[in-house]
């Protein structure tokens, strides 16, 4: 059984940073690209950041400086540390798993994976 596990969401001010996990178990994570995602209230999903097989990395245009995704292959957990926060990061933060490539900058149904995690929520305050 594909498990995702997010940890690491929270409330901080605009400006300040957090770390988001994501455990992953049930599969070969080294034959998989992971993702990060997120979903604001009343808005569909977006893509955040991914890293493929190879470790090569991608994000979105509003998060680049800002954001970076990294993963320990060892403990089979990936990261997205969030730094210098703002109010329009505040969404529903989703982990994501596929044997193939994922979507970066992509919306709604176009950011599709074979695994999902339940989420973390983060809220930004300005």
């Known amino acids: 059984l594909v498990q995702l596990v997010e940890s690491g969401g929270g409330s901080v001010q605009a400006g300040g940073s957090l770390r988001l996990s994501c455990v992953a178990s049930g599969f070969t994570y080294s034959t998989y690209s992971m993702g990060w995602f997120r979903q604001a209230p009343g808005q569909e999903r977006e893509g955040v950041a991914t890293i493929d097989k190879d470790g090569v990395t991608k994000y979105t245009d509003s998060v680049k400086g800002r954001f970076t995704i990294s993963q320990d292959s060892a403990k089979i957990t990936m990261y997205l540390q969030m730094n210098n926060l703002k109010a329009d990061d505040t969404a529903m933060y989703y982990c994501?798993?596929?044997?193939?490539?994922?979507?970066?900058?992509?919306?709604?149904?176009?950011?599709?994976?074979?695994?999902w995690g339940q989420g973390t929520q983060v809220t930004v305050s300005s």
């Open positions: 994501a798993a596929d044997p193939g490539r994922l979507p970066t900058n992509c919306v709604g149904l176009y950011c599709s994976a074979m695994h």
